[in-house]
């Protein structure tokens, strides 16, 4: 027979599928979205790890192409971002040429791994037909007043000057550069995601998202009940508002604490505390979140001013401190140190009485080493002694509010969406500003408002982006009042042309809208969403929230993208070392692919473990996986002329394989699919033997089976038995369950050799299973010790007893 030759296999077919697409819309299949986050085009280059998501998801997309779907798996660009501005300042190459570059590159290695995407829908963030429309989404929000500006101190980061949202900082440092991230005042653009709190809590429910990313987000987004409660200040007709999760605790509430931003922290200070407090604060403005977030000993002053408990009258002293946050809650908390950690440590350090309210099993607890943060009996509460707490933190802002010194509420942790950089590389957010008119959006009708050219790329470090720099380009009028205005310099984040790009896919040559009605309506929502679990809370709640916003305004029906997400996990390299350039660890697949096949590497990258998790790379692995596959072309090959009839054994065999397979692909369990392959095809081989050959129909519906996975193989061999087109033609195999029953035997069970019974057991059955089966049907004839057990396959059960 002829030898299997990859190289040959995979350049014949590459060509054949490029003259002849086998994924087409015949307008009667229904569509099946599968849709792979869309990468950077860096410089460096895919590695194996890259692969892995790539294949999955064409794996998957071909799956579907059998099941009779027409796909939608297209692939396209994030272009606009931080290392191509970064390159361009290194290197002096405008950005849109490193980026053009990049992608040429890349879009060839991304071929390399033979997906079957449709390039005809291509989109890049960064090319202005594209912009066009993320700019008028911008518009569109603020037109809805959810985007507005403010001033305020945001996240900062002093190495790419620039600034970042809340989920752009990790652990408190940058997440681009990991420099520690500080806070800077300046005006920015803010999205008011907080809008859409409720609903992208809410409808999580309706996703078929791993409960991992689902909580994940929840937990991002962090509604919590519980009451704000006003305390007066003491000698004046002011007010503090706290926020609390805990009101039951109120009468153990020893004193308060605000946050070092809150508006009234300067006016608090006492005549003598005046100086203590300010320097306090300005410590405090001048310290870094990682700073403020890893700090071990907790800080404070107090402001010399009292505060009045509204439930015993008792006068609380008020302090200041730096782990109470400004931006959550109300910025002021009442401190409960005998039953919140932290206020229980910061009393500790300052000497401040602690009061136990919530008794442990109803006895108070002598000399307290710990706050106690769980529930209890109420005690040195007044009227709600006895009480249990869990009713009282229900029942109690109720109480407080009919009392007027209270209100329930709902708090969210999640903030409004900092949607302003200070960069050049990305889209210039299409705001006039005139003294007349205020913030003026650019009419519609003249997006894209181009990204200008400029000298230099260089952050300014002002607080303005590198486009104020530019006269010409700043100085316009206003659309409104025709008189003098200025552009807005800021350009949006990385992740704004991310949040939609899903929609553009399936319309992406329409220069009249952002996507046809007709066209959103057939070929969207995503269905399967595969990509990365590092953007839990970033770009899929974001791409959530547009959806929303899109559907809010008209532009799309369904209101969730991504009806069904896949999380892969990561390729690492020796002990579980991420692969990056910089570890120096990378594996580039161009080797392996010249050596074993794009087929190989395709199967390998599944072989390699669980796809969910993440998985140790080692070459050495896929000597196995192009084994397997030269042995399932030999089989075919060495078989595909014999005309052999299907033995039951063999019939039998290919039902089960589809089986197996089928079920293994359904649970995306896709490393044991590859393992499935390995062991069938060794039965196959067997059986041939055993046979003197295998059936056409067989050998088939294997190809067929395998054609997601190793599609150059499958289509050639495909051919050779006899195909007309391509593999990918045919309709996925169905098991026949009656067809994969074993056949049954009766069998005598005997007892010292008088047969006592009769069973019907499967043909194949294991030697344990018949003789349990056979003692199971005698048990109540058994009268002495078994002393001996024998079974004789398919003839007869003997129970030797004295
Ligand atoms: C009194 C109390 C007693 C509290 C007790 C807790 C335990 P979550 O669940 O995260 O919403 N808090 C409120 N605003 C804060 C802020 N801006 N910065 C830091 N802490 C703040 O947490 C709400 C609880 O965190 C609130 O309930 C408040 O402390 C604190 F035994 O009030 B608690
Ligand atoms: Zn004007």
């Not at 529930?375 to 040195?380: E, S, T």
């Not at 594996?587 to 074993?596: E, F, G, I």
């Not at 593999?727 to 009766?746: G, I, L, R």
Request: with cysteine; proline share 5%.
């Amino acid at each position: 027979a002829v030898p299997y030759n990859h190289k040959a296999i995979e350049k014949k077919w590459r060509q054949n599928w490029e003259k002849n697409p086998v994924n087409v819309d015949d307008g009667k299949k229904q569509k099946y979205y599968c849709l792979d986050m869309f990468p950077y085009p860096s410089g460096n280059g895919l590695h194996v790890g890259h692969w892995r998501g790539y294949v999955i998801s064409d794996v998957w997309s071909r799956y579907k192409m059998l099941q009779g779907y027409y796909l939608i798996h297209p692939m396209g660009w994030d272009a606009f971002g931080l290392p191509a501005e970064n390159y361009a300042i290194k290197m002096g190459v405008h950005p849109a040429i490193s980026t053009a570059e990049n992608v040429a590159n890349i879009k060839r290695q991304i071929n390399e791994i033979a997906a079957v995407y449709d390039w005809d829908r291509e989109v890049n963030t960064t090319d202005p037909d594209f912009y066009k429309w993320t700019q008028w989404i911008f518009v569109k929000m603020f037109k809805a007043g959810l985007a507005y500006e403010k001033e305020f101190p945001i996240n900062w980061c002093p190495s790419c000057k620039t600034g970042l949202a809340n989920e752009e900082v990790v652990n408190g440092a940058c997440e681009r550069c990991g420099t520690p991230v500080t806070k800077k005042n300046l005006r920015q653009w803010m999205l008011k995601i907080t809008a859409y709190a409720e609903r992208l809590l809410n409808d999580l429910d309706k996703l078929d998202w791993p409960e991992k990313v689902k909580k994940m987000q929840s937990d991002w987004i962090g509604k919590s009940h519980g009451a704000e409660i006003d305390f007066e200040i003491d000698g004046s007709d002011k007010t503090v508002k706290v926020y609390t999760t805990r009101p039951d605790t109120l009468y153990g509430a020893t004193f308060m604490v605000l946050a070092p931003e809150h508006a009234m922290a300067k006016e608090l200070a006492s005549e003598e505390k005046r100086a203590e407090v300010e320097d306090y604060i300005f410590k405090a403005s001048m310290k870094s979140s990682v700073d403020r977030l890893q700090d071990k000993e907790k800080t404070g002053v107090f402001t010399g001013s009292y505060a009045i408990n509204p439930i015993n009258g008792a006068k609380v002293p008020i302090w200041l401190s730096d782990y109470v946050l400004a931006d959550y809650g109300t910025g002021a908390i009442m401190c409960v140190p005998a039953h919140d950690d932290r206020d229980f440590e910061f009393a500790r350090k300052f000497d401040i009485p602690i009061i136990q309210v919530i008794a442990k099993d109803g006895v108070e607890i002598e000399n307290m080493t710990e706050a106690y943060t769980a529930p209890g009996i109420m005690i040195n509460s007044g009227e709600f002694n006895g009480m249990n707490s869990e009713d009282a933190k229900r029942d109690l802002p109720e109480m407080l509010e009919k009392r007027g010194i209270g209100k329930v509420t709902t708090n969210y942790k999640l903030r409004d969406w900092v949607f302003s950089r200070q960069r050049y590389w990305g889209e210039p957010i299409p705001i006039i500003h005139c003294d007349h008119c205020g913030a003026v959006p650019v009419p519609e009708e003249e997006l894209p408002l181009r990204l200008p050219e400029v000298e230099s790329y260089q952050p300014t470090g002002t607080g303005e982006s590198p486009l104020a720099a530019i006269d010409e380009w700043v100085n316009t009028t206003c659309p409104v009042c025709g008189r003098p205005a200025k552009r807005e310099t800021n350009t949006m984040p990385q992740w704004a042309g991310s949040s939609w790009y899903f929609l553009r896919y399936v319309d992406s040559h329409n220069d009249k809208e952002l996507v046809s009605r007709e066209k959103a309506n057939k070929y969207l929502p995503v269905d399967m969403y595969i990509g990365g679990v590092e953007h839990a809370v970033l770009h899929l709640l974001y791409s959530r929230f547009y959806t929303k916003f899109l559907h809010d305004i008209g532009v799309v029906d369904f209101d969730e993208p991504f009806a069904k997400l896949f999380n892969q996990g990561m390729i690492t390299g020796k002990n579980g070392i991420k692969m990056s350039k910089s570890k120096g660890n990378v594996v580039s697949p161009d080797d392996l692919v010249r050596d074993y096949g794009c087929d190989s590497l395709r199967m390998y990258e599944l072989f390699v473990g669980p796809p969910e998790l993440d998985a140790e790379w080692d070459d050495r692995g896929i000597d196995g996986v192009y084994r397997f596959i030269n042995r399932f072309w030999t089989l075919v090959t060495d078989n595909k002329d014999k005309d052999v009839q299907a033995s039951k054994e063999m019939v039998k065999l290919r039902h089960r394989m589809v089986h197996d397979i089928t079920q293994r692909l359904e649970s995306f369990s896709l490393n044991t699919v590859i393992s499935k392959f390995m062991e069938y095809n060794n039965k196959m081989i067997d059986l041939a033997k055993e046979e003197g050959g295998i059936d056409k129909e067989t050998l088939k519906t294997a190809v067929i089976l395998l054609a997601p996975f190793a599609p150059h193989l499958s289509e050639e061999l495909w051919e050779q038995l006899g195909g007309s087109s391509s593999v990918f033609e045919n309709t996925w195999p169905e098991h026949d369950e009656e067809a994969m029953k074993d056949d049954e035997v009766e069998v005598p069970v005997q007892i010292n050799g008088k047969t006592r019974a009769v069973i019907k057991v499967p043909a194949e059955i294991s030697k344990e299973d018949a003789i349990a089966a056979g003692k199971a049907a005698v048990a109540d004839k058994i009268t002495g010790n078994i002393i001996k057990e024998i079974y004789v396959p398919k003839k007869i059960v003997n129970l030797v007893v004295k």
